[in-house]
């Protein structure tokens, strides 16, 4: 249940070590968290482009994410897909507001 500012439960903060993803459940809606290792990020779960899913794929260069499938990077951070796929596809990925609040991950899906 989200809080008053819109805010769920994703995960503990030792679920994910620096430079690592995963795909948790939030409110039944899969996203994908990061652990940037100085910050949490939060975004859709699947790849916009032809839907790979994100989860479990490690981080490089601290908030940027490849794609296994074509090849786009994401900044995790804002979106921006800053490396367009092998076959010019060059869009964004939908991110999510997140916060720690004690040893928990909380994203907010508004």
Not at 39 to 59: I, N
Not at 69 to 98: I, L, Y
Request: proline share 7%; aromatic share 6%; glycine share 12%.
């Amino acid at each position: 249940m989200a809080d008053e500012a819109g805010f769920i439960d994703a995960a503990p903060t030792d679920y994910l070590g620096p430079g690592e993803t995963a795909t948790v459940d939030v409110a039944g809606i899969p996203v994908t968290i990061a652990n940037t290792g100085d910050r949490w990020c939060a975004f859709q779960s699947m790849c916009p482009h032809q839907e790979t899913p994100l989860g479990g794929l490690p981080l490089l260069r601290g908030v940027l994410l490849r794609c296994p499938e074509h090849g786009s990077v994401f900044d995790v951070s804002t979106g921006e897909c800053v490396v367009p796929s092998e076959d010019g596809w060059s869009g964004r990925m939908q991110t999510f507001r997140t916060r720690v609040v004690g040893d928990v991950v909380q994203v907010s899906l508004t």
